[in-house]
């Protein structure tokens, strides 16, 4: 059994330590905390889950004292708390004003001390009480946690550091600590809101209600109490409610929200409507066909909401890492601060202040922070794009792509029938147009519905004569009184004509005759998507090595779509197991830590899907079984969204790397450099507050990837 809470934590050193202690409750078989969702992610028994449920609740409180855990759906779990997200205490409120009023005493220190010689009791008096203004709420957050025996976190490092240096008489490094440590919370504050702003836009493609028709008036109703068969009215202006069928009206609906594109969608009689768009021009009616639980806006939610709960695998890592990281570093302290001293006579003092030094520089928070920051803000903006990541695991499987494999119909092609080309003998291309179309005007066959649209007009049925469908062949009518003949050439062939023209293998070759005299032929084929060069052309940009195609399509036709689209290799004639027996050879051949990314419609591609590395369903607003079966869902119909999703997945990936690599160099540096008396406490607060700073912008910078720009040179028809 599976369950959501939301949770009261704010703090990263929290969330793992609480990760780490559910993790080892009996009947637990998975866990997963994020501070920056406020959500707890479990997974245990279902026979003995709200006992199971319960034990996490005390544990949790056994770290995190005011810990209170709801579950999301609005029912409350026994010891669990308020369904109610707590709003921020006095500390936090007024943090800003305390940050503000100590460096006021910092700087009326500083000038007291250097310019007016003040010493003693009324100098530490200005520092002091400047301290105290601004970690009062740090001090008590330790002293509680010491009372309930919970585990150091930075907060006590930090308050360790700043009353050893006042005490040691070193009182403005003793202020800069502290005061500079809670104006990088307020600055890490304000990143981790933007970033849940960032995914909170999101959550509001969420219907408030439903105006349904009952009785012939409308009422206006909870979408979830909406009946499957009832019919709901959407003003404009207003978000369609619920998944059904339009029965009255005519509109369009934005569907920006869900695909990140601005085309609007028509809304007409008969036409499907998705719950999540906005009904933008004229009053529609929807006939409900699924209940608000399975409607795209609920399935998209769920999988926005669980997106947090799959950790990539250097968020896992931090985590372990500052498991260890920060007591090693804290004993280190004390063996700087203590073992000289012990070992031989020393300046006991110096010593002590270098052991402050370390005990800054260890706080691990640059760290626990702004990589599962990074990794948040990625998923938010690939889905500010319309692209649904189910978590950053699969963000950073996406990010090692190297070979990228599309299905053909309906994934780089319409998967819709059209002219092609048009080769007339013995007359013009307008006649022979306009005979085939009135030929093919009783049936109902997707090649002549093509021919038919081509045509551009509609044909008189006075025009037409006897109809007769030749079964596998083609059709043979009268139009204006000439025996028309459309089909293949075995048609041609049982009236007598032998020689045909083809232009190539790019299509199905319709041959026409009149009165029994080869009149040429029309090719039809599956047109490429506009942008579906572009798709190829920015994947390869992104550095992927091979994009191929895999097909149940001929051989020809597979590769004249390859080479139109400039492909690197391509796959025919496959049957369904046929293509997962291709894609197992390609992920075999791949070295380790590289994956191979999968691209079908969803539907018909499901097993592909799952067993690619990261299967990706496109062009799949509203199909359930493209949300159920992939690891990434492409709102819209573009193959341009697939190089979009890998672009946001390297920067991600790259940005995440950044924040790594510089926090552990610049503090390991510090490290390293304190017992030989190289630093200072000003460069330890730099080592900490100022990385933590710089990596949590970098991390925000995640939010603001953009699409690849590629040359968007839609593919022409002859």
């Keep these: 059994m599976r369950q959501t809470y939301?949770?009261?934590?704010?703090?990263?050193?929290?969330?793992w330590l609480i990760e780490a202690a559910v993790a080892k409750i009996p009947g637990v078989t998975a866990v997963s905390v994020s501070f920056l969702r406020h959500r707890l992610y479990l997974e245990a028994?279902?026979?003995?889950?709200?006992?199971?449920?319960?034990?996490?609740?005390?544990?949790?409180?056994?770290?995190?004292?005011?810990f209170a855990m709801t579950v999301l759906d609005?029912?409350?779990c026994t010891a669990c708390g308020d369904d109610e997200e707590e709003e921020g205490g006095w500390g936090e409120r007024t943090l800003p004003y305390r940050v503000v009023a100590a460096f006021i005493l910092l700087v009326v220190g500083t000038v007291l001390e250097y310019f007016c010689n003040w010493t003693g009791l009324p100098l530490y008096a200005v520092y002091g009480t400047g301290l105290l203004i601004?970690?009062?709420?740090?001090?008590?957050s330790v002293a509680v946690r010491i009372w309930h025996l919970q585990p150091p976190d930075e907060k006590l490092l930090m308050s360790i550091a700043s009353l050893g240096a006042f005490a040691i008489g070193q009182c403005p490094e003793a202020l800069a600590v502290m005061l500079f440590y809670q104006f990088g919370e307020i600055l890490e504050d304000r990143a981790v809101d933007r970033s849940r702003r960032s995914i909170k836009a999101l959550m509001d493609i969420q219907p408030q209600h439903a105006t349904v028709l009952r009785d012939g008036q409308p009422t206006t109703v909870n979408p979830a109490d909406v009946n499957v068969g009832e019919t709901v009215v959407v003003k404009p202006g207003e978000r369609i409610p619920l998944d059904g069928t339009v029965v009255a009206g005519d509109s369009y609906a934005d569907t920006s929200a869900l695909t990140g594109e601005s085309v609007p969608r028509h809304l007409r009689e008969g036409e499907p409507a998705l719950s999540g768009c906005i009904n933008t021009t004229a009053t529609v009616k929807i006939q409900v066909t699924k209940p608000y639980a399975d409607s795209t806006v609920a399935r998209i939610l769920a999988l926005i909401e669980d997106s947090a709960a799959r950790k990539s695998s250097s968020e896992r890592f931090i985590t372990k890492f500052a498991h260890y990281y920060t007591p090693a570093v804290v004993a280190a302290a004390l063996a700087v601060a203590f073992l000289p001293d012990l070992l031989w006579p020393a300046d006991w003092a110096t010593w002590l202040y270098r052991g402050l030094i370390f005990l800054v520089v260890s706080c691990p928070c640059a760290l626990v922070v702004s990589v599962p920051l990074s990794c948040f803000c990625g998923l938010g903006c690939a889905s500010k794009h319309g692209i649904l990541i189910k978590g950053s695991n699969y963000l950073e499987a996406l990010a090692k792509a190297d070979v990228v494999v599309f299905d053909k119909t309906g994934t780089l092609t319409t998967g819709e029938f059209a002219v092609h080309h048009v080769h007339p003998v013995g007359m013009s291309r307008d006649e022979l147009v306009d005979l085939a179309a009135g030929a093919e005007f009783y049936s109902d066959h997707p090649i002549s519905a093509s021919i038919q649209h081509y045509a551009g007009h509609g044909i008189a049925a006075t025009r037409v004569g006897e109809s007769q469908n030749v079964a596998g062949k083609g059709v043979r009518t009268f139009v204006d009184g000439k025996e028309v003949n459309v089909g293949n050439q075995s048609l041609m062939a049982d009236i007598g004509v032998t020689e045909t023209l083809t232009c190539g293998p790019t299509g199905t070759n319709v041959h026409v005759s009149v009165d029994r005299a080869y009149a040429g032929h029309i090719v039809i084929s599956d047109r490429a998507k506009p942008d579906s060069i572009a798709a190829v052309r920015a994947l390869h940009a992104e550095g992927i090595r091979?994009?191929?195609?895999?097909?149940?399509?001929?051989?020809?036709?597979?590769?004249?779509?390859a080479g139109e689209l400039g492909l690197d290799g391509y796959d025919a004639e496959l049957l369904p197991d046929g293509k997962t027996a291709r894609l197992e050879e390609l992920i075999a051949a791949e070295p380790k830590g590289r994956t191979v990314v999968y691209v079908g419609d969803g539907i018909n591609d499901a097993p592909a899907l799952a067993l690619a590395d990261v299967g990706v369903a496109m062009g799949c607003l509203g199909a359930d079984a493209a949300i159920e079966s992939a690891d990434v869902v492409v709102m819209d119909d573009s193959p341009a969204k697939v190089a979009t999703g890998v672009r946001i997945a390297k920067h991600t990936e790259r940005i995440v790397k950044e924040n790594i690599v510089f926090a552990l160099a610049v503090k390991f540096g510090v490290l390293f450099l304190t017992p030989l008396?190289?630093?200072?406490?000003?460069?330890?607060?730099?080592?900490?507050?100022?990385?933590?700073?710089?990596?949590v912008l970098n991390a925000v910078r995640a939010l603001r990837i953009k699409e690849p720009a590629t040359d968007a040179t839609p593919a022409m028809n002859a």
């Design 74 to 76: 609005g029912s409350t």
């Design 677 to 695: 008396g190289l630093t200072n406490m000003w460069l330890a607060i730099f080592a900490d507050v100022g990385v933590l700073i710089i990596a």
């Design 45 to 66: 028994a279902a026979a003995d889950f709200k006992k199971i449920a319960n034990s996490v609740a005390k544990t949790a409180q056994d770290i995190a004292p005011d």
């Design 546 to 561: 091979q994009v191929r195609m895999l097909t149940g399509d001929s051989r020809p036709v597979a590769a004249a779509v």
């Design 134 to 140: 601004v970690g009062a709420d740090v001090f008590v």
């Design 6 to 15: 939301t949770i009261n934590i704010d703090e990263a050193e929290e969330a």
